[in-house]
């Protein structure tokens, strides 16, 4: 179906999926098509926003992810943890002892992506004095929806911010840091992402990546995986001085987190895949002009809502924010200095290797004019299914359904409509047969014979 | 023209307004159109839906491609324009207060769109209706 392999860390356990359809219906870019009693990916199409791996009551939609026995492969061990890690145990320990917890696990080291994510942050104001500014500036925190953009929207994509992600700024700071203090090479030092959701895990592990994650981070570690081991360690972990991170930092793991950064500009922020659609179908059609900053995040919630933590988003926000209000009211909330993020932006550490390039789609067909007809071919076919999208065929709905058939991936009588429509005619057509009965003599010897 | 599709607009049906222009845009992307001129589609077509929605009685969207270029029609059954060259100035708009609080209504629609075709041409008789044809360069 595609001529390019794509990296995604969703993939279906085949044995647990019954064919449901419930995956197919919600998927967000109409990615997946139940073929042979199987909820199968179509790779060009799939975001990694895991919408799939939340709604699947089997629980057969699984994101690929390193195991902690990794980090043994490295002599020099570092755990980058997603802001979101701190909401996951309520607010009976301190950041700190969760932080020690992590280390615990076997790290030498923990180094807060909420850290980076406040230097990301405190640089976005200088994407608005860059050449070919397109506006909105377009966060780039969520892969997911750079992905969506990449797929659905690709008029957009020179709209995303030039900086990394707060992931790819906290670990190339930070390898930088170690191979420099501790003398260490660059293979020696392994470090690992603690994610809270797919679409991260894929900007780690895809070599094809934007970013530089890849070359930086050795492997994605997922909260639900080691979320056991930690609670297990909290209470008794010897605690030590770890975190770095101010509120504004950690307050990232929010919707509208990165938002706060954002001053004097008018801005939309959005959470839930389904509503981030809405809102780049409204910027591409040119409704959104005043909009300076859009930060949209697939999870609902935000990154607290990824489909990899263990808490329940809600309860994640509550003490999140009650962490920054804690950190505030002991005066320890401090924030980098001015001179250190510029310093770093003019050593252009801060910023995107690539720009972001549209996902480029095979069309119907590579000849326009065939494209074309196979378009209208699509519309006669649609207009003969019945409307109702209810996924028993195996496609998200009617036109999907009639798109498959004229690309050759499934037939009208995958619809069990057409079907039972086709097997009246059979059976009318049958017993009509029956009844004409044979051209026979009523002695019964073979007229035709004689 | 090979391919030929209508979309049916309904006067003040906000509730569905924005979807001919979604699927339009789709259907674009799926022939192997370039993102450019899809946005440029995108764009004019949004505004002649919305047109439609506010100000028409009610009208229709036609989208015929062939190979050289993509015609957009934007039709409706009246009430009419009586006065052209004042609806064509940016920021002359019509719209009810209503309408302007839904965020629409800021006067943009036809000179928006004239800016993003590469034919513009409109017709329009009060009391008869209005027609809209623009086309646009593949290539």
């Given at each position: 179906m595609e001529n390019r392999k794509f990296f995604h860390s969703v993939y279906l356990d085949t044995d647990k999926c019954l064919g449901c359809t419930t995956c197919l219906r919600n998927c967000p870019t109409g990615a997946i098509r139940v073929r042979g009693g199987k909820a199968k990916i179509i790779q060009s199409k799939c975001i990694d926003c895991g919408e799939c791996i939340r709604i699947c009551p089997h629980h057969a939609k699984k994101a690929r992810t390193d195991s902690l026995k990794c980090i043994k492969d490295y002599p020099y061990r570092v755990a980058?943890?997603?802001p979101t890690l701190i909401g996951q145990f309520g607010l009976k320990y301190s950041i700190d002892r969760i932080l020690s917890a992590l280390k615990s696990l076997g790290f030498d080291e923990v180094v807060e992506v909420a850290y980076g994510a406040e230097i990301v942050g405190r640089a976005i104001p200088a994407e608005y004095g860059r050449d070919n500014l397109l506006l909105p500036v377009i966060s780039s925190a969520c892969p997911a929806v750079s992905k969506l953009i990449q797929v659905r929207f690709p008029e957009l994509t020179g709209n995303i911010s030039t900086l990394k992600s707060p992931m790819g700024v906290?670990?190339?700071?930070a390898r930088k840091r170690i191979e420099k203090e501790k003398g260490l090479a660059q293979k020696d030092i392994g470090i690992f992402f603690i994610t809270p959701c797919a679409a991260k895990a894929t900007e780690v592990k895809d070599p094809d990546n934007w970013d530089d994650a890849y070359d930086v981070i050795n492997g994605a570690i997922s909260i639900k995986d080691i979320y056991g081991a930690l609670r297990s360690v909290l209470r008794t972990v010897d605690e030590?001085?770890?975190?770095?991170?101010?509120?504004?930092?950690?307050g990232w793991a929010?919707?509208?987190g990165e938002s706060r950064f954002v001053q004097n500009r008018q801005l939309i922020h959005v959470d839930g895949i389904s509503n981030v659609i809405r809102i780049l179908d409204e910027i591409e059609n040119g409704n959104l002009e005043d909009i300076e900053f859009f930060e949209g995040l697939a999870c609902i919630g935000g990154c607290v809502g990824g489909c990899l933590t263990v808490e329940n988003s809600f309860v994640a926000r509550m003490v999140i924010e009650e962490r920054a209000k804690q950190v505030k009211s002991h005066g320890k909330d401090v924030m980098l200095e001015d001179v250190v993020i510029k310093k770093w932006l003019d050593e252009e550490r801060l910023?995107?290797?690539?720009?972001?390039?549209?996902?480029v789609f095979k069309p119907l067909d590579d000849d326009f004019q065939k494209s074309l007809d196979k378009m209208q071919q699509i519309e006669i076919l649609e207009s003969r299914l019945p409307g109702l999208d209810c996924g028993s065929c195996g496609a998200p709905g009617c036109r999907a359904l009639a798109e498959d058939i004229v690309t050759g991936h499934a037939r009208e009588i995958d619809c069990v409509f057409v079907l039972k429509d086709r097997v009246l005619e059979l059976s009318k057509l049958t017993s009509e047969m029956l009844q004409m009965g044979h051209p026979m003599e009523s002695d019964g010897t073979d007229k035709e014979k004689e | 023209m090979n391919y030929k599709v209508n979309f049916e607009v309904e006067k003040d049906d906000?509730?569905?307004?924005?979807?001919a222009s979604r699927k339009i845009k789709k259907t674009l992307k799926q022939l192997g159109v370039d993102n450019k001129t899809i946005r440029h589609i995108a764009i004019a077509g949004y505004e002649g839906?919305?047109?439609?929605?506010?100000h028409s009685d009610g009208g229709e969207i036609i989208l015929e491609v062939s190979s050289e270029k993509i015609n957009l029609t934007i039709q409706d059954v009246g009430p009419g324009i009586p006065d052209l060259d004042l609806a064509m100035t940016e920021?002359?708009?019509?719209?009810s207060d209503k309408v302007r609080e839904m965020g629409f209504g800021a006067g943009m629609g036809l000179p928006n769109m004239e800016k993003n075709a590469d034919f513009f041409e409109i017709h329009s008789k009060v009391g008869k209706g209005t027609k809209i044809q623009m086309s646009f360069n593949l290539k």
């Open positions: 980058i943890p997603a906290t670990a190339r700071l030590k001085n770890i975190q770095k991170a101010s509120s504004m930092g950690f929010l919707s509208g910023h995107r290797r690539h720009p972001l390039q549209p996902r | 906000f509730e569905k307004a924005g979807e839906e919305m047109n439609l929605a506010i920021g002359y708009s019509t719209a």
